[in-house]
């Protein structure tokens, strides 16, 4: 019975887990942009380089505008 419930307790810890990391990935992604089929960028409508498609597949920008935002962020603080 222990076992069980143990295996019970950890269910709902690793669904609790998914759930926080779902809403914590939810503030990060933002809808993309997309033209012609091709996943662009949200800020200056360049197209997303496969490479960075392929290695940040929830990117909505290119690395030029991700930057200038990652920099405006920080100002902020
Ligand atoms: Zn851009």
Do not use: F, W
């Not at 779902?22 to 662009?40: D, F, K, W, Y």
């Amino acid at each position: 019975m222990d076992d069980v419930d143990r295996a019970k307790e950890r269910e709902l810890e690793h669904r609790r887990l998914s759930v926080e990391s779902e809403l914590a990935s939810h503030v990060e992604t933002e809808a993309p942009l997309i033209i012609n089929g091709e996943r662009c960028c949200v800020d200056c409508r360049e197209q997303i380089p496969m490479e960075r498609l392929a290695a940040r597949p929830n990117s909505v920008r290119c690395i030029e505008c991700k930057e200038i935002r990652e920099q405006k962020q920080k100002g902020y603080r």
